[in-house]
């Protein structure tokens, strides 16, 4: 089992930067498959980007490409999600999320284990 605690969300300008982070219990980080999910108020929970356990494969929405960049550091447990060039429909509550096998997953169905989310607003 893991344990997922996001950080680093808040309230910045459009065409600012944030850097999200997700901490993770347990020693088998690793062995996990990783993806960033949003969620804003009245629409689905939709995927972000995602990246496999070793990093050789990473994905991001069209909405997101070119912009977002989603990272893991095995050694720190922890994964990250650099936004730039912010946007007012950015605005959302992120999640991390987790799915044992790690590979790359797309749906949230998919998922195992979440975090509780960290609200990212942007101002226009």
């Known amino acids: 089992q893991v344990q997922l605690v996001e950080s680093g969300g808040g309230l910045v300008q459009a065409g600012g930067s944030l850097r999200l982070s997700c901490a993770a219990s347990?020693?088998?980080?690793?062995?996990?498959?990783m993806g960033w999910f949003r969620q804003a108020p009245g629409k689905e929970r939709e995927l972000v980007a995602a990246?496999?356990?070793?990093?050789?494969?990473?994905y991001a929405a069209d909405s997101v490409k070119g912009r977002f960049t989603i990272s893991r550091d095995n050694a720190k447990n922890t994964l990250y999600l650099q936004m730039n060039s912010l946007k007012p429909e950015d605005t959302a509550v992120y999640y991390c999320?987790?799915?044992?096998?790690?590979?790359?997953?797309?749906?949230?169905?998919?998922?195992?284990?979440w975090g509780q989310g960290t609200q990212v607003t942007v101002s226009s």
């Open positions: 347990g020693r088998t980080f690793s062995s996990y498959g």
């Open positions: 990246i496999s356990r070793n990093s050789g494969y990473t």
């Open positions: 999320a987790a799915r044992s096998g790690g590979g790359t997953y797309y749906y949230a169905r998919q998922y195992d284990y």
